[in-house]
């Protein structure tokens, strides 16, 4: 289950920090949207810089697979 709450978490950063932006968006914002306490979020992340990283990489990572899949095809 801690992986399904990290992902849950991770979902509700990126859906926040598009709509708002880094600045804008604060971890109450994202525990809000992910449905759990503020507290929760600092289990899995140490701060909201270490929570955008985790989400650019994700990111990164959907993106690279996606370009691979691309040439790939080609």
Known sequence: MPEDTRAQILRAAKTLFGRYGFRKTSLADVAGEARMG?????YY?????DLFRAVVDAEFKTLSARVRDAIASE
């Open 45 to 49: 992340f140490t701060s909201k810089e």
């Open 38 to 42: 503020k507290s929760s979020i600092y």
